[in-house]
């Protein structure tokens, strides 16, 4: 059963004006379809696109004003992971979005209310929401208490690159209609207590790349780093080709 919209609101700390503004975010299309007429607010698929470029804005604001000396390619890095599905995902479970949900039967019965990429999108919507109804504050402050609270400590970067370059670079190539990363273990040295592992990552035949780490984890998270690196290097100035 859906949680009230009111609920909600105290999470997000903001009253709506338009209170309608926060239904159309949480309306899935599937809820629309089973009542066979558009209701005057509609779902939130439009809300979900004007929220990405919300929600792309505040984090490089963040981003640069938090780290002034970061290289491009680091602060696009970053950025990446904070605006990915799987980190939007887990700031809608963190914000219990699935219980505000209006979802069609089918999409219920399905576990619609856990699903990744909906509840990501939902997240994205109620920025939009807040964007529309109150101006970039709301919206920012949404952003700085569940997207950007992995970040509060200087340390805190490196940790978040390390542990999420993999999932970053799987859905980077998803989005770009290539072939899934492949890992695989070139070569091992050093004695048993202090072993250096080689991983081999490779998307396709087009992109490769090696590095080394401390661990089998470690060394497919720099290797993944670096095919990112590559990937967002050639797209800049070649379109996709199939592989």
């Known amino acids: ?24 975010a949480l309306t899935h299309r599937s809820w629309i379809s089973e009542r066979g007429s558009h209701p005057p607010s509609g779902d939130n698929e439009q809300l979900e696109f004007l929220g990405d470029s919300v929600l792309g804005f505040l984090v490089s604001e963040s981003l640069l004003s938090r780290h002034p000396a970061a290289f491009e390619g680091q602060l696009s890095q970053w950025k990446a992971h904070l605006v990915s599905a799987t980190h939007l995902h887990r700031c809608a479970i963190n914000l219990g979005l699935g219980e505000y949900l209006r979802l069609g039967r089918g999409e219920e019965r399905s576990g619609g209310r856990e699903r990744k990429a909906l509840l990501a999108n939902t997240f994205e919507a109620v ?101 990112i690196e590559q990937i967002n290097g050639e797209m800049a100035t070649h379109p996709p080709i199939s592989t």
């Open 1 to 24: 059963m859906t949680a009230p919209a009111e609920a909600l609101e105290e999470k997000l700390a903001y009253r709506f004006r338009d209170r309608e503004l926060l239904l159309r």
């Open 127 to 227: 920025i939009a929401a807040l964007y529309l109804d109150g101006g970039l504050e709301p919206a920012r402050s949404l952003v700085q208490r569940y997207v950007l609270d992995v970040i509060d400590e200087p340390e805190d970067i490196h940790s978040l690159e390390l542990l999420n370059f993999k999932s970053v670079l799987q859905e980077r190539v998803q989005a770009l209609g290539l072939p899934a990363p492949r890992y695989n273990i070139v070569e091992t040295s050093g004695p048993e207590h202090a072993k250096i592992f080689v991983v081999e990552a490779r998307v396709g035949s087009r992109f490769v790349s090696r590095a080394e780490g401390t661990s089998k984890k470690q060394a497919s998270q720099h290797a993944a780093h670096l095919l």
